[in-house]
């Protein structure tokens, strides 16, 4: 009977000290990937900043300086997508933690992974002469490639006092430089934007947007929005498609 009441003890002592491993690792098997990581595609090679940090999610490709805001969308199977300010899928973040990322050149998508920790994306307000050097910069390589002047306006007055107007004015002016020199690459964008826009208005307004209105681009941006205030390139390049013609 001893003997059988000490092997019940010993079962018991090792049970429970199962049951503390398993607490104990129960955490770091929980854990889930940072909110903020890079992540890369090992076909491709493309890698990215995810900054899921707070409601409004963010993205960065290594090969370019522009932060994309992105909203959540449900989707089918309980899976969630990240979808750009143009309508345009970006990321599927499955429910068993996979990430898939849809490209121009590969719209079925292709899978990525944690590849390290990695910093908040932020835009840090710059000075006014930075951002109206930006636009004078955008503005000169405009007149290289369509050979006009196309003019930036804005209320540099009225950034120059306010940092947080500074930095989604000058991200605007950076995105709205970049839908552009997309645009005049191709022979029919430029021949359209060299007949058809004279000035590019950015607008301080309570939501971001983007229209045409005649020869004027016109490009809203919202300080109140953060980095979700201000159009993207893609959304800015939607708004140029009557030039593609």
């Known amino acids: 009977m001893a003997a059988i009441v000490r092997r019940g003890l010993a079962s018991l002592a090792l049970i429970g000290a199962l049951l503390l491993i398993c607490v104990g690792s129960g955490p770091a098997m ?10 890369v595609s090992e076909d491709t090679g493309i890698g990215f900043v995810l900054d899921r ?14 932060i994309f805001a992105l ?3 449900l989707a089918a199977g309980g899976d969630r997508l990240l979808v750009r300010d143009d309508d345009v899928d970006l990321l599927r973040l499955s429910g068993l933690g996979g990430i898939t990322l849809f490209t ?5 998508g292709i899978p990525v992974a944690f590849d390290r920790p990695a910093a908040p994306l932020v835009s840090m307000p710059p000075s006014i002469e930075v951002v109206r050097d930006i636009a004078g ?11 006009r002047d196309v003019v930036f306006e804005a209320d540099w007055g009225r950034a120059a006092m306010d940092g947080g107007a500074r930095a989604i004015l000058f991200d605007a002016i950076r995105n709205a430089g970049t ?4 645009v005049a690459s191709t022979t029919v964008g430029r021949a359209g934007i060299e007949r058809n826009l004279q000035r590019v208005r950015f607008m301080q307004a309570r939501a971001a947007g983007v229209s045409v209105s005649g020869n004027m681009l016109i490009v809203s941006y919202s300080v ?6 201000r159009p993207s390139s893609f959304a800015i390049m939607r708004a140029l498609a009557p030039f593609m013609h």
Not at 137 to 147: K, N, P, T, Y
């Open 53 to 66: 940090s707070s409601e409004l999610a963010k993205l960065k490709f290594d090969s370019s300086e522009e």
């Open 179 to 182: 839908a552009l020199y997309n």
């Open 30 to 39: 929980d854990r889930a990937e940072p909110r903020i990581g890079h992540y």
């Open 71 to 73: 909203r959540w969308q």
């Open 224 to 229: 109140e929005q953060g980095l979700a205030g």
């Open 104 to 108: 121009q050149g590969n719209l079925r």
């Open 137 to 147: 910069q955008i503005m000169s390589r405009l007149r290289a490639e369509v050979g």
